[in-house]
């Protein structure tokens, strides 16, 4: 990580994006909406949004160095991820 890369995510635990932005990077979260609706009962809301996530790989590829995915996301009250989801990023990373 270095001074302007881009981190994309779903919603980075405290630590990770301090460190990330002590390095004077971007920790972008693409988390689903749901995750921000406690009443909203979705079974992956640690799932990352693919189409933001798609534009920000399109926009700004050549500054992302990696991805981070947290398989049961703490920052949005432990949520897990869908491995449905887990695969749709993962040919996103291939395919940048």
Same mark, same amino acid.
């Given at each position: 990580?270095?001074?302007?890369?881009?981190?994309?995510?779903?919603?980075?635990?405290?630590?990770?994006?301090?460190?990330?932005?002590?390095?004077?990077?971007?920790?972008?979260?693409?988390? #689903?909406?749901? &995750?921000?609706?406690?009443?909203?009962?979705? =079974?992956?809301?640690?799932?990352?949004? !693919?189409?933001?996530? +798609?534009?920000?790989?399109?926009?700004?590829?050549?500054?992302?160095?990696?991805? #981070?995915?947290? &398989?049961?996301?703490?920052?949005?009250?432990? =949520?897990?991820?869908?491995?449905?989801? !887990?695969?749709?990023? +993962?040919?996103?990373?291939?395919?940048?």
């Amino acid at each position: 990580m270095k001074e302007g890369h881009i981190c994309p995510g779903n919603a980075h635990f405290d630590t990770t994006k301090g460190h990330i932005e002590f390095r004077k990077g971007h920790a972008l979260d693409c988390t #689903i909406q749901e &995750a921000n609706d406690i009443n909203n009962l979705h =079974q992956f809301k640690g799932n990352v949004d !693919i189409s933001m996530m +798609r534009k920000a790989m399109e926009e700004n590829h050549d500054k992302i160095p990696f991805v #981070i995915l947290t &398989a049961t996301c703490n920052s949005s009250g432990g =949520q897990p991820i869908s491995i449905e989801n !887990i695969r749709e990023v +993962r040919a996103l990373c291939d395919k940048y």
